[in-house]
């Protein structure tokens, strides 16, 4: 299956040569308890091209400064080490069509140059008894992953990868591998209250 490689420059993930500090000179308003993101989850290639699903996320607070470092820091022992750190943090809940979703491990902010919010969006997905079975390459793709866009008004697009491997690049780039051959769009999606305001 052909894989593509998506390249996320996160200034959230510059842990290694930037230092924590930094970090918190980043102002983002804080996300109330309960905060969603509703929208349509599109696929884009494979078979589920054209398919489309409700898409909600679920903010109960974004994470810290401290444990995106920890991350980062994970991330440069390998995919092991960053499932292991990312397993401990809860920050949300992702979902795709009617189902409860799983835990949104990792919601981090920044914000955009046109003054709107961006979240990167990282978690463990549910890997089928049919992948541990039989030892499918698909295994090794053990995070999920998804960009949000929102402009200044909470609303906004973004994309969606539900298999991924992720790879840190020159010590300071976070790169996200998809197992599948587009990552999903996902479109027409509007905040609630105070999720999406950064400043």
């Not at 549910?126 to 992953?145: A, M, P, Q, V």
């Not at 599948?180 to 905040?191: D, E, I, K, Q």
Request: glycine share 12%; charged share 20%; aromatic share 8%.
């Amino acid at each position: 299956m052909n894989r593509r490689l998506l390249l996320i420059s996160l200034v959230c993930a510059l842990c290694c040569v930037v230092s924590a500090a930094q970090f918190r000179n980043v102002s983002v308003a804080k996300a109330a308890p309960g905060e969603t993101i509703n929208g349509t989850i599109v696929g884009i290639g494979g078979r589920f091209a054209g398919r489309s699903a409700p898409f909600k996320l679920i903010v109960n607070h974004y994470t810290s400064a401290d444990d995106v470092a920890r991350l980062n820091s994970a991330l440069q022992s390998g995919q092991d080490q960053l499932m292991n750190v990312l397993s401990k943090l809860d920050a949300g809940r992702i979902s795709v069509g009617s189902n409860v979703g799983v835990v949104a491990n990792a919601i981090i902010p920044s914000q955009t140059a046109e003054g709107g919010t961006k979240l990167t969006v990282l978690f463990q997905r549910n890997i089928s008894f049919f992948e541990l079975r039989y030892g499918t390459r698909s295994e090794d793709y053990r995070f999920g992953y998804a960009e949000i866009y929102l402009n200044r008004n909470g609303s906004g697009e973004g994309t969606f990868i539900s298999a991924a491997k992720i790879n840190l690049r020159d010590g300071n780039t976070w790169e996200v591998e998809d197992f599948g051959t587009f990552p999903a769009r996902l479109m027409g999606l509007r905040a609630s209250g105070s999720v999406g305001v950064a400043r």
